[in-house]
């Protein structure tokens, strides 16, 4: 059973450019969630996708948008790349949860590595 | 607003020490959930362990255990006899109950504690 897989590894990208990061969960899961995460710093959420709809956002500009497939895989868009974009950016996939009092784990992949020059 | 505080940037410590890494939550929330991850050089977060708020029991597995206090909003986290292999970043998250349902709970993550244990 594959775990959560992230594509590309490795990026490298200029100033203005526009990045997309693709993301495929576990299987089973239907909720993805993306998180960056800056060199030295804990993960940020960024936002999350379930039925292919964006349910939650953290403080994020605009810049950064997604989208889900109705395979639940999902990508990360980043338009206008600033150098602070540079990061980590992780993807975890979950079961929705039940309800109000239920939690279900999420499960990380490895990583895209983010380098704008 | 949830917040997390790990307050310890790094940590050396020789093979068999124990060592604790802390972590402070803040949270208006009466249920929630607290995680600790382990981050190697890889990168790749891997779940450790997940608490719910209702719930102030240590656990241990193994050679870690965790102590929650919700007197004072911590979550602290022991390795005993610690290894080389347990070298790596540790993160100590927080997650509220959600008010509906579909999709997940988002992750607060403290800034993380760098451990290196040497021989």
């Known amino acids: 059973d594959a775990g959560v897989t992230q594509s590309p590894t490795h990026l490298i990208k200029t100033r203005g450019q526009q990045v997309t990061l693709r993301c495929s969960p576990k299987s089973g899961h239907d909720t993805v969630s993306w998180y960056q995460q800056a060199l030295g710093q804990g993960p940020q959420f960024i936002f999350q996708?379930?039925?292919?709809?964006?349910?939650q956002r953290g403080n994020f500009p605009d810049r950064f948008s997604g989208h889900q497939f109705p395979n639940y895989s999902s990508e990360l868009n980043v338009n206008a790349l600033l150098l602070g974009d540079s990061a980590l950016y992780l993807c975890?996939?979950?079961?929705?949860?039940?309800?109000?009092?239920?939690?279900?784990?999420?499960?990380f992949g490895p990583g895209t590595r983010l380098t704008v020059l | 607003a949830q917040k997390v505080t790990q307050a310890q940037t790094e940590i050396s410590v020789v093979e068999k020490e124990d060592v604790t890494l802390d972590c402070v939550y803040e949270t208006r929330d009466t249920t929630y959930y607290l995680f600790w991850y382990k981050q190697p050089p890889s990168g790749e977060l891997v779940f450790l362990i997940r608490r719910n708020s209702f719930d102030e029991q240590n656990e241990i597995s193994g050679r870690y255990s965790w102590n929650f206090q919700k007197s004072t909003s911590s979550f602290n986290f022991t390795i005993t006899a610690s290894q080389v292999v347990d070298s790596a970043v540790y993160f100590c998250?927080?997650?509220?109950?959600?008010?509906?349902?579909?999709?997940?709970?988002?992750?607060?993550f403290g800034t993380g504690t760098q451990l290196k244990v040497e021989l």
């Open positions: 996708y379930y039925e292919e709809e964006e349910r």
């Open positions: 975890a996939s979950s079961l929705a949860d039940e309800g109000q009092s239920s939690y279900n784990e999420q499960f």
């Open positions: 998250a927080l997650s509220e109950a959600r008010i509906t349902t579909g999709g997940g709970n988002k992750l607060t």
